[in-house]
């Protein structure tokens, strides 16, 4: 089941929201007994890092993925109540842009954060999307070579706890139905599907197309099309590290991908080691970019 917290309905009463977390996402017990592995990189000559035909006869995967992968894809059509119609996966939001991706940090505690620390939020977080994205850049037709991540705004309960200069960002002081930091609703594609920005002060421009939704105390994590929730100690404390693994699961969310305790998954998760430390992930980044022979549109880079 798909997890529906109160977080979702603080989004907006009158958008669609999709969250693919599992409830279990939020359970903190769960990530810290979870091995400190490595994601890679596809290795030279694999069949994802190299250029593919397209399959014109249909999907044919490795065969040692090849029941995970229709595991995973049947989970995904049995679940979704609108999977083909539903057009804000993270996705729909790159090709809406053009194929880059603003972001705003949505900062719901009452601590200071530096310049210095800012900039290090917006470097991370663009590195763990870019652990997602190396997978699909030149693999059968991909249409971008590089998604730029940019951080555009910051929304706190004060502008104070903002040190330093904002220069480059747009500052927030807006909340959501509960009180929480949010980002301008006139600004956010989550709230303007339609791409109509016309009541954002800076216009299209200055638009952000989801966020990262950093709070106090906050145990594991959440995702779906409108952005990402972790902890803010969490990801603070993360800064220096290569890869920030409960964020990293939940990116995955906000492109669609559902948790899958699916039994060959599992299985395949264990005898690899180029995952990001969760079971569904390897399975998941193949499925993003897989070609299926019943669905022409690939899921990776849908644009109809």
Not at 41 to 46: H, I, K, N, Q, V
Not at 150 to 177: E, F, N, P
Not at 228 to 249: C, D, K, S, W
Request: proline share 5%; hydrophobic share 35%; glycine share 10%.
């Amino acid at each position: 089941m798909r997890y529906t917290a109160p977080l979702t309905l603080a989004l907006a009463a009158s958008a669609a929201a999709l969250d693919f977390s599992l409830s279990n996402d939020t359970d903190s017990s769960m990530w810290s007994a979870i091995p400190n592995t490595q994601p890679s990189t596809p290795p030279p000559g694999s069949p994802i890092s190299r250029v593919s035909k397209r399959q014109a006869a249909g999907w044919s995967p490795p065969s040692n993925l090849a029941n995970a992968l229709q595991e995973v894809w049947d989970h995904c059509m049995s679940t979704y109540s609108n999977f083909w119609g539903f057009k804000n996966y993270g996705w729909d939001q790159i090709h809406a842009t053009g194929g880059t991706i603003n972001v705003c940090v949505r900062w719901e505690s009452g601590a200071a954060v530096t310049e210095a620390q800012r900039a290090q939020v917006a470097s991370v977080y663009a590195a763990q999307y870019q652990k997602w994205f190396a997978w699909l850049y030149g693999y059968d037709g991909f249409p971008y070579s590089n998604i730029p991540v940019k951080v555009v705004g910051w929304a706190v309960r004060d502008k104070g706890l903002l040190q330093g200069s904002t220069a480059g960002i747009t500052v927030y002081t807006d909340t959501d139905s509960e009180g929480a930091p949010q980002c301008a609703e006139a600004c956010g594609r989550f709230f303007h599907q339609d791409g109509n920005y016309n009541s954002c002060p800076g216009g299209a421009g200055a638009h952000y197309d989801h966020s990262l939704w950093l709070t106090d105390g906050f145990g594991g994590g959440a995702g779906g099309d409108w952005g990402q929730r972790i902890g803010r100690e969490y990801f603070m404390g993360a800064l220096g590290t290569a890869n920030v693994h409960i964020l990293l699961h939940e990116m995955g969310h906000t492109f669609g991908l559902d948790d899958c305790e699916c039994s060959h998954a599992q299985t395949l998760s264990r005898k690899r080691n180029w995952n990001t430390g969760f079971t569904n992930e390897p399975n998941s980044l193949w499925y993003a970019s897989r070609n299926d022979a019943r669905h022409p549109r690939n899921i990776s880079y849908r644009v109809s």
